[in-house]
């Protein structure tokens, strides 16, 4: 890449990147998401009473929906959190997966909620439902546990030790967090377009399995940039493990739910016991938690 170019695009994911941790746009973010959940319960209340206007999409008869929705907006923000999260450190990265995947397995648990009808009445016939919405916020609970054990087990370690290579690193990483970006938007604005439109989604998945399909891919791009700077046995490990986690999250999604409960689990523990593993066996080095702040 043409060497006024590379730091230009950098300097364009710092802007990015400062605006959207900023205090202002968080507050105003979390002020739209009150609004939209509040217009949702108008929209179906609306649709309910059969006076929503017809010239615009019709929203699904449940209040529940506008739950659902409101989750699918907080997992959408911090899948955009972990994309400028990347180039600090693959482990923070790897923390903040775990932290979507728990909001994940929340939402699931909501999803289960219009089975229930309205008012929410519980039967015979909902105990597959019960036990679908036992099991995602169980997963969900042991998955933030085993969050909170890798955070405070988590070493920062320094692979690289020339202050020239690491810069380099760190340029890579934020180009390759700016082309996630773009990808992020394209995927979102196409599965937006969908669903206002009432037309499936181009291959059939959820936002959320295309997000993590991607980040599959942007792992293994991230272990072999990583090879270039550190090319020692121990961080090539940890590195290609976490992508195997990340995989792990990715079928959880595809799953149905019980078993996609068990996959977060062992996807969690999997990590956690990788963490570890390196920690105790790897050498004495410190691994630098940079990136977002340069």
Request: positive net charge; proline residues 5%.
């Amino acid at each position: 890449m043409p060497g006024t170019l590379a730091p230009a695009l950098c300097r364009l994911y710092d802007r990015l990147h400062q605006f959207w941790e900023g205090a202002l746009t968080q507050r105003r973010l979390a002020l739209y998401l009150l609004w939209i959940y509040l217009f949702i319960l108008a929209a179906v209340e609306l649709q309910r009473q059969g006076v929503f206007p017809a010239w615009l999409p019709r929203p699904p008869h449940s209040h529940f929906w506008a739950i659902e929705l409101a989750f699918t907006l907080i997992l959408g923000m911090e899948v955009l959190s972990l994309i400028f999260v990347l180039p600090a450190s693959l482990s923070r990265s790897m923390g903040k997966q775990l932290e979507i995947l728990t909001l994940i397995l929340l939402r699931n648990a909501f999803k289960e909620l219009p089975k229930f009808g309205e008012p929410v009445e519980i039967g015979l016939g909902n105990l597959l439902q019960i036990g679908e919405i036992a099991a995602s916020a169980t997963a969900a609970l042991c998955v933030f546990l085993c969050l909170g054990v890798y955070r405070h087990i988590q070493r920062h370690q320094h692979f690289i030790r020339s202050d020239a290579q690491r810069q380099r690193y760190i340029l890579s990483k934020k180009l390759l967090a700016l082309i996630l970006f773009g990808i992020f938007v394209g995927i979102g604005a196409e599965h937006i377009w969908a669903a206002l439109h009432g037309h499936p989604v181009p291959g059939g998945s959820g936002f959320f399995e295309t997000i993590y399909t991607v980040l599959i891919f942007a792992d293994i791009g991230m272990v072999l940039i990583a090879q270039r700077y550190m090319p020692c046995y121990f961080a090539v490990f940890r590195n290609s493990g976490f992508v195997i986690g990340t995989l792990l999250m990715r079928l959880a999604l595809s799953a149905p739910p019980f078993l996609c409960s068990a996959l977060a689990v062992f996807a969690a523990l999997y990590v956690l016991a990788l963490t570890w593993g390196i920690n105790s066996f790897s050498p004495a080095f410190e691994e630098e938690d940079t990136g977002a702040r340069h």
